[in-house]
């Protein structure tokens, strides 16, 4: 197996998808400033959630995001036409990440899975063929590449759709709870279409067509005899979803990784007629270092990342923790908002605050994660440190509605967030179990805790 991974193999697949990817990048990156997205999640805000650990990307978040996207679109053609490409790609993927892990009020899988295929094209020869650093410079020109280059590809798409497909099993998917939260807000459709959604055999059908088209589409488009069958199931699906969620460009990013499912000299044959047709036998160790110390490591992260959760205790569905990075896509509804209690723990005097007075009301309505309600808290201390005040911060109301089922109190009012620091790794004891006792934390009971009363005094 390991030397069949270094036998040559045409490297057209590569060279046209660094062709789709940078044609998929320059259309995020025009669309986000022609959409005024990058106003709305960067220059409109007065602070933001951004990954735990990346605070010090708020430092930019102002006009210079606008410079941001204009070179991301400039790095974005030199991936495309193959210009300075190890420059280009480095830079649009330091880009991007300032992007992505900048904010999570309009978190997507698929800007997880465009950052992580930008970290890998880092580490491979997308530029030797049909590429301007290839007509310049006669030396690194090539028509081959190892074959592990295009498992790569092949294992990655397969965590996604793996891990997506075993995610849908459970009671609210299999009854059709969750394709039919879907389709309640799609009020901008025609009435027939409408009328077609509200359907519960409809909504039954897209949700076990979805776990048929996760689980099945890999090995279909492996093999020969169905590939095709694949290919224009793959089209139906993401144009449906393009459609239907308005979901940006990720329809036709998943629809670009179909180039490594064909043998590589079909591939040459329909976008490269002119490519000398060789056919390659003998092996290559180009590359061993990069697959040894980089992409054998990263695979294995990628299989055991979307793991976390089975090992946090608590169910992920309703305490978050483990479900970013882990391909739990489209997978529930979820909504609420938590209302915070500042005390000055000089003079226990209660302070006035109102969520609006650092977020905008998109970032409000993201206040029913756990990560994101800390993180709140912390912005809050440090907004009154700023005023000279030493305060606490409880979470007095976090009622938290997943996939429209009655709400249910999310965090512990009786815990100074405040002062606590975030579990990385595991559970926090402060995020309340889904069947914990409501009535303990009731409006009426709630002065009686003594974690508030004692700052109150």
Not at 24 to 52: H, M, P, Q, R
């Amino acid at each position: 197996m390991w030397q069949k991974a270094f036998t040559k193999i045409d490297n057209s697949s590569l060279i046209v998808f660094r062709i789709f990817f940078g044609i998929i990048f320059f259309v995020e990156s025009v669309g986000a400033l022609l959409t005024k997205w990058v106003d709305k999640n960067f220059i409109e805000t007065t602070t933001n959630f951004t990954f735990i650990g990346f605070e010090f990307l708020l430092n930019i978040q102002n006009e210079i995001m606008y410079g941001v996207f204009v070179l991301m679109a400039f790095a974005s053609l030199g991936v495309l036409f193959g210009f300075k490409y190890r420059f280009s790609i480095v830079l649009l993927t330091l880009l991007w990440s300032t992007a992505y892990f900048g904010q999570k009020t309009s978190y997507n899988n698929h800007y997880y899975l465009m950052w992580l295929i930008a970290l890998i094209m880092c580490f491979l020869p997308a530029n030797v063929y049909a590429s301007y650093d290839a007509k310049k410079n006669l030396s690194i020109k090539k028509g081959y590449m190892p074959q592990w280059i295009r498992w790569v590809f092949i294992l990655q798409v397969t965590c996604v759709y793996f891990y997506a497909t075993i995610a849908k099993f459970y009671p609210d998917w299999l009854d059709g709870t969750v394709t039919k939260n879907m389709f309640v807000g799609m009020t901008e459709m025609p009435e027939s279409i409408q009328m077609l959604f509200q359907k519960n055999e409809f909504q039954l059908f897209i949700a076990y067509m979805g776990i048929a088209f996760d689980g099945l589409i890999i090995p279909a488009l492996l093999w020969k005899r169905t590939r095709w069958f694949a290919i224009i199931a793959s089209l139906i699906f993401h144009i449906f979803n393009s459609i239907t969620l308005q979901i940006g460009v990720f329809p036709y990013f998943a629809l670009s990784f179909c180039v490594f499912f064909f043998p590589p000299e079909q591939v040459r044959n329909f976008f490269f007629r002119k490519k000398d047709k060789e056919i390659f036998s003998e092996q290559t160790n180009e590359g061993l270092g990069a697959l040894k110390y980089f992409f054998v490591p990263y695979l294995i992260i990628q299989v055991l990342l979307p793991l976390r959760h089975w090992f946090i205790k608590g169910d992920v569905l309703w305490t978050e923790e483990g479900h970013r990075l882990s391909w739990r896509m489209m997978l529930r509804s979820r909504s609420g908002e938590a209302t915070f209690r500042v005390i000055d723990k000089k003079t226990n005097e209660v302070l006035r605050f109102y969520n609006d007075e650092l977020l905008t009301y998109k970032q409000q309505t993201r206040l029913n994660a756990p990560d994101v309600i800390w993180q709140m808290a912390q912005k809050i201390k440090a907004f009154y440190k700023e005023k000279g005040k030493d305060v606490a911060v409880y979470v007095v109301q976090s009622d938290v509605y997943v996939n429209s089922r009655p709400a249910k109190r999310l965090i512990d009012p009786t815990v100074d967030l405040a002062s606590v620091k975030w579990n990385y790794f595991g559970h926090d004891e402060w995020v309340l179990d889904e069947n914990a006792p409501q009535d303990l934390y009731s409006d009426s009971n709630l002065e009686k805790i003594p974690a508030l009363i004692k700052h109150q005094k």
